[in-house]
């Protein structure tokens, strides 16, 4: 992988924009880019929700009633099809695999707020990550309070996330946004597995993705923001992620 290293590296620095980039190999550290720069979540801070409501033990089988004034615009099916309830489980795979906004709002309200995922980031050592507002709030936004991450916190977020399990899992594995890292090769049949989390906003994009060949595992956490040509940006997103497939399938 290390010419793949070298060219990717190279991506970051001619980059017109803010980028940072984190890759881990088997579990070992082979690129660190900006890693604690922080930037604007956008659908990234669900990563921190996932892990909160795990790790606060509540149960994905709990019917959560649905308040319309968690019903917000942005990603997402649950504002169209406006259920009156549905599980936590439910929730949390719209949260993931189709990153639904308003599925968010509801599941941390059922936490007990922005303070919750908030401590729990806290009590495990997340310094450049906060939840400081709900998805899609307007109001927040013009105030001033911005959902916040960094790549170096974002992998670890989405590697503590993969680890809960199958079913959690299969959400990152189903995950409908998948037209930026694996973009070049995910609809082509070719032997690599992908899973990933993606966010997008007003001058930012970011992807976070498993790419698996066997037991033979790499982890990407592309984050891009202020840049004036959203095209150069995904173009970056595609060109790493097919570099990482590249190096993974030995071409």
Not at 54 to 70: K, P, Y
Not at 129 to 158: C, K, P, W
């Amino acid at each position: 992988m290390v010419k793949e290293i070298s060219a990717i590296k190279e991506l970051i620095a001619n980059f017109q924009g803010n980028a940072a980039i984190v890759i881990k190999h088997n579990g070992q550290l082979v690129l660190s880019v900006n890693e604690n720069e922080r930037m604007k979540s956008a659908s990234l801070i669900k990563l921190a929700v996932l892990n909160a409501v795990f790790d606060n033990h509540l149960d994905l089988s709990e019917i959560v009633a649905i308040d319309t004034a968690d019903l917000v615009g942005g990603s997402g099916v649950l504002s169209l099809i406006k259920p009156q309830s549905l599980s936590l489980g439910q929730l949390m795979n719209l949260m993931i695999s189709v990153s639904d906004n308003s599925a968010t709002n509801v599941i941390v309200h059922r936490l007990g707020g922005l303070g919750v995922v908030n401590l729990w980031l806290t009590d495990n050592g997340y310094q450049l990550t906060q939840m400081n507002r709900y998805m899609m709030d307007s109001e927040a936004t013009q105030v001033g309070n911005e959902n916040l991450i960094s790549a170096g916190e974002a992998i670890r977020l989405f590697n503590s996330a993969f680890k809960r399990g199958k079913t959690t899992q299969n959400w990152f594995l189903n995950q409908q946004f998948r037209y930026k890292l694996p973009g070049t090769f995910d609809e082509l049949g070719i032997d690599i597995q992908v899973a990933n989390k993606t966010g997008e906003g007003p001058r930012v994009d970011h992807d976070i993705a498993r790419f698996s060949v066997g037991t033979d595992t790499a982890v990407v956490a592309l984050l891009t923001s202020e840049f004036s040509d959203r095209t150069t940006a995904l173009q970056l997103f595609n060109h790493v992620g097919q570099l990482v497939a590249d190096a993974m399938l030995n071409k």
